[in-house]
């Protein structure tokens, strides 16, 4: 046996279907016409009244529902999340504190580099003085081959399904000083909203580089 609310419906989807019939059958070409398409486009709107009012009952039942249930998994998430932020910021600043005596102990070992090699050479420099040129080029030799020492700092940490990844991100400083494009990329969002408010101001009569302002016909009907 059919409920109720089925029957609703059907009968809902039943009006809807003459309703649409009828729109597929007109055609506009007399004053008639028109006024019996205005009749056609009240009778529409009553019956796309009916059907939000047969599901607004409903929907707000399911809406309080879902909403329900997501204060619920956020109650139960959140702690868990919590936890989740500690662990990895306590991991991120050990990477990074790693990284960055790692970053200092390759800078010292080159600057010890620089040193020995400068050292090699100045050595060549007065060989060369001294009219010792083979000795000169013994130097040269040694300077060129002088080797990165060891870096007495451990490498980054590693652990199996654990990864870091290091991205670039921008900050804006001056709103005002950001260009339109750069290297033929958008990164101001056009103001659709504001640029229609100005056609609807000025009738568009205003003139804006990159804008056409037209005008688009539309029908209201009421119930």
């Known amino acids: 046996m059919e409920t109720a609310t089925t029957t609703m419906e059907q009968e809902l989807e039943r009006s809807a279907a003459i309703m649409i019939r009828a729109a597929e059958a007109l055609t ?8 019996r398409g205005t009749a056609i486009l009240k009778d529409i709107k009553a019956r796309v009244k009916a059907v939000k009012d047969y599901w607004k009952e409903p929907k707000a039942a399911a809406q309080a529902a879902h909403k329900s249930l997501c204060a619920r998994e956020a109650q139960m998430l959140k ?40 050292r ?13 040129i083979d000795a000169a080029e013994v130097m040269r030799d040694m300077a060129e081959d002088v080797p990165i020492g060891d870096i007495a700092a451990p490498t980054a940490p590693t652990a199996r399904g654990a990864s870091v990844r290091t ?57």
Do not use: C
């Not at 932020?85 to 080159?110: H, W």
């Open 120 to 132: 090699l050479e100045a050595i060549a420099a007065q060989a060369d003085a001294q009219g010792d």
């Open 28 to 35: 506009i070409a007399t004053h008639e016409d028109y006024d």
């Open 167 to 223: 991205v670039w991100k921008a900050r804006v400083t001056d709103p005002k000083a950001v260009p339109a494009y750069h290297d033929g990329v958008e990164l101001r969002t056009i103001n659709m909203s504001a640029l229609n408010s100005l056609a609807r101001y000025s009738k568009g009569q205003a003139t804006i580089p990159g804008v056409e302002f037209y005008e688009e016909s539309t029908l209201a009907v009421r119930a």
């Open 79 to 118: 702690p868990l999340e919590d936890a989740e932020s500690t662990v990895k910021r306590a991991m991120l600043a050990y990477d990074t504190e790693v990284k960055r005596r790692r970053r200092e102990a390759e800078e010292a070992a080159r600057k010890a580099r620089e040193a020995e090699v400068a």
